[in-house]
């Protein structure tokens, strides 16, 4: 199969809004109202965990399906932490983003523990975002 290729385009719209397309998907960037934001969407990062726990349930589902059980309901908890003084320019020398991000993934299904020890692993060998989040993946940025 050959590689595919995946793109959105944003505009800005505000000094905290972008809006994106994906496709015929339109969605706002924003931050809260508390942070000088109009709060017309989730922050960058909420999308970002976001992205995880989509990628997390489609490759769950898709590797359940290959190994020969159904997920009868799965809830997905994600949460991350950073320090805001790194983005602000009020510190250095630490990421600026998170030190770690915790998932927590409630799985009901009729699988044995092994079973679902298994597939565990297999989701977080094969899911895209996780992988971008914990490899180095070159980010090119032209102007």
């Known amino acids: 199969m050959a590689e595919v290729v995946f793109s959105v385009i944003a505009d800005s719209v505000s000094k905290t809004r972008i809006d994106i397309s994906a496709g015929r998907h339109v969605f706002s960037v924003d931050e809260p109202e508390k942070l000088s934001g ?3 969407g989730p ?4 999308y970002m965990l976001g992205a995880l726990a989509g ?7 898709l590797v359940a399906r290959e190994m020969g059980f159904k997920i009868e309901s799965m809830s997905i908890r994600l949460e991350g932490k950073l320090d ?7 510190k250095q020398g630490i990421r ?12 009901n299904s ?3 523990e092994e079973t679902l020890g298994k597939w565990a692993r297999a989701v977080e060998a094969r899911c ?7 490899g180095p993946t ?3 940025i032209t102007f």
């Open 38 to 40: 109009t709060d017309a």
């Open 43 to 46: 922050n960058p990062l909420e």
């Open 55 to 61: 990628c997390l349930n489609v490759t769950g589902h």
């Open 84 to 90: 805001p003084l790194v983005f602000m320019g009020k």
């Open 96 to 107: 600026a983003g998170f030190k770690e991000i915790h998932v927590r993934m409630d799985v």
């Open 110 to 112: 009729s699988a044995s």
């Open 128 to 134: 895209p975002v996780s992988d971008n989040l914990i």
């Open 138 to 140: 070159p980010v090119r």
